[in-house]
């Protein structure tokens, strides 16, 4: 099974930039679609990005389209999260998540790291 632990997370000022790793402890790695959630207090987790087992197929949010890409390195088991143009309404605990199949959808997601926190400062 995929244990999955994210870094990177902190506070910024908005328009500020972070970039996330999330690193997998499988060889596995390359096997999973990947994706990035996050979760403000209070509300339900959301869908942020997603990318195909073989990198080739990518998709976004609205809210961060433009401003956030995903990436993968199989070689290295991680994926990444680059933010740039960070606005007050990114602040949450970002998760990386394994999926069998590329998707937008939580419940699609079979295995979850534990977060690391954003924090947009205006």
């Known amino acids: 099974q995929v244990h999955l632990v994210e870094s990177g997370g902190g506070l910024v000022q908005a328009g500020g930039s972070l970039r996330l790793s999330c690193v997998a402890s499988d060889r596995t790695f390359s096997n999973y679609a990947m994706g990035w959630f996050r979760q403000a207090p209070g509300k339900e987790r959301d869908f942020i990005a997603a990318?195909?087992?073989?990198?080739?197929?990518?998709g976004y949010a609205d809210s961060v389209k433009g401003r956030f890409t995903i990436s993968r390195d199989n070689a290295k088991n991680t994926l990444y999260l680059q933010m740039n143009s960070l606005k007050p309404e990114d602040t949450a605990d970002y998760y990386c998540a394994a999926s069998r199949r590329l998707g937008p959808t939580v419940s699609g997601y079979d295995y979850w790291g534990q977060g690391t926190q954003v924090t947009v400062s205006s």
């Open positions: 990318i195909s087992q073989s990198h080739g197929l990518t």
